[in-house]
């Protein structure tokens, strides 16, 4: 770029992934890891509203944080695996645009956050089994 500014779309070398992520590596040695959905050439990268409930007994909070169990990292885990977000973009919540709405509380009925998702024709299903593999 002309102003020296580097673009949102590029990644400084520096850069580190996102201290509240989960350990790419350790994803990796797991068994779910073997078995995730790559990118496709018919999945198409666009930004998706999801609205969600859950039960926040297990978890420190929606929000990802360095060293809390938290339902943010839990989506992002499971997204990954289903397909939804390339291996070099996971822990960079700004190259996936993930954004929240949300209330405070142990119960959340209806919670909404948005994200930029590549989605195939099986997304959806293996998204949800990988959420159901939390409880």
Request: contains cysteine; charged residues 25%; aromatic residues 12%.
């Amino acid at each position: 770029m002309s102003d020296n500014r580097q673009s949102w779309l590029e990644r400084d070398p520096n850069e580190e992934r996102h201290k509240g992520s989960y350990d790419l590596d350790l994803i990796k040695a797991s068994d779910a890891y073997q078995q995730r959905i790559t990118q496709e050439d018919g999945a198409v990268k666009r930004k998706y509203a999801v609205c969600f409930g859950y039960l926040g007994d297990n978890y420190q909070g929606l929000q990802i944080n360095p060293g809390a169990h938290t339902v943010e990292q839990e989506v992002e885990r499971a997204a990954f695996l289903a397909g939804g977000i390339q291996e070099c973009n996971f822990g960079y919540l700004h190259k996936i645009q993930f954004t929240r709405a949300a209330r405070t509380g142990t119960i959340k009925v209806s919670q909404l956050f948005t994200i930029t998702l590549h989605v195939h024709h099986y997304f959806y299903n293996r998204l949800t089994q990988m959420l159901e593999c939390t409880r």
